[in-house]
T-cell receptor, first 113, second 110 residues
Framework: DVKVTQSSRYLVKRTGEKVFLECVQD?????MFWYRQDPGLGLRLIYF???????EKGDIPEGYSVSREKKERFSLILESASTNQTSMYLC????????????FGEGSRLTVL | DAKTTQPNSMESNEEEPVHLPCNHS???????IHWYRQLPSQGPEYVIH???SNVNNRMASLAIAEDRKSSTLILHRATLRDAAVYYC???????????FGTGTRLKVLA
């Protein structure tokens, strides 16, 4: 069974802290994504990676960076967390951009105080 | 980017069919129509997708209008487990852009 695993389901951090959200997929997928989900706004793409060390900005990259050193792992980094980054963060992967089926993790709910 | 419009919420009785509509009047010729659903406290999961023709799989059916400006996800017999938020999404072939709307919250009544 395909699996996307996010390291933490719930995190509470303080303003200004550095935050790492980790995502691992076991399907040898080329593409990985980070979204955030907020009430009334749906899912918004933060960053996309199509290969190791390759990334593209999504719709809302400000305040975030990413790292993809290995094919199976895609990390989202908040260099200095702020309260407006309190959200649900969802990682996803897909085999290719042809069929395009996305596989999502269960999400990481981040609260920044 | 083309957008989708869905009703905020719908209700269905258990064991009855459910038709979830989606409007995408600005769809382009290379946009695939995807449907995902999100159960409570989980990430979204893939349901079905299509380009021009109607599609069936074990979860649902997708009916696409001839002009492709609207589509309908059909759950043939709703169960309590089908209560979720259903997202109709457009994705341009060969790109990573999935345009998620706010979805339809489906409530299934026992």
């Amino acid at each position: 069974d395909v699996k996307v695993t996010q390291s933490s389901r719930y995190l509470v951090k303080r303003t200004g802290e550095k935050v790492f959200l980790e995502c691992v997929q076991d399907m040898d997928h080329e593409n990985m994504f980070w979204y955030r989900q907020d009430p009334g706004l749906g899912l918004r793409l933060i960053y996309f990676s199509y290969d190791v060390k390759m990334k593209e900005k999504g719709d809302i990259p400000e305040g975030y960076s990413v790292s993809r050193e290995k094919k199976e792992r895609f990390s989202l980094i908040l260099e200095s967390a702020s309260t407006n980054q309190t959200s649900m963060y969802l990682c996803a992967s897909s085999l290719n951009l042809g069929t395009g089926e996305l596989f999502f993790g269960e999400g990481s709910r981040l609260t920044v105080l | 980017d083309a957008k989708t419009t869905q009703p905020n919420s719908m209700e269905s009785n258990e064991e009855e069919p459910v038709h979830l509509p989606c409007n995408h009047s600005t769809i382009s010729g290379t946009d695939y129509i995807h449907w995902y659903r999100q159960l409570p406290s989980q990430g979204p999961e893939y349901v079905i997708h299509g380009l021009t023709s109607n599609v069936n799989n074990r979860m649902a059916s997708l009916a696409i209008a001839e002009d492709r400006k609207s589509s309908t996800l059909i759950l043939h017999r709703a169960t309590l487990r089908d209560a979720a938020v259903y997202y109709c999404i457009l994705r341009t072939s060969g790109t990573y852009k999935y345009i998620f709307g706010t979805g339809t919250r489906l409530k299934v009544l026992a």
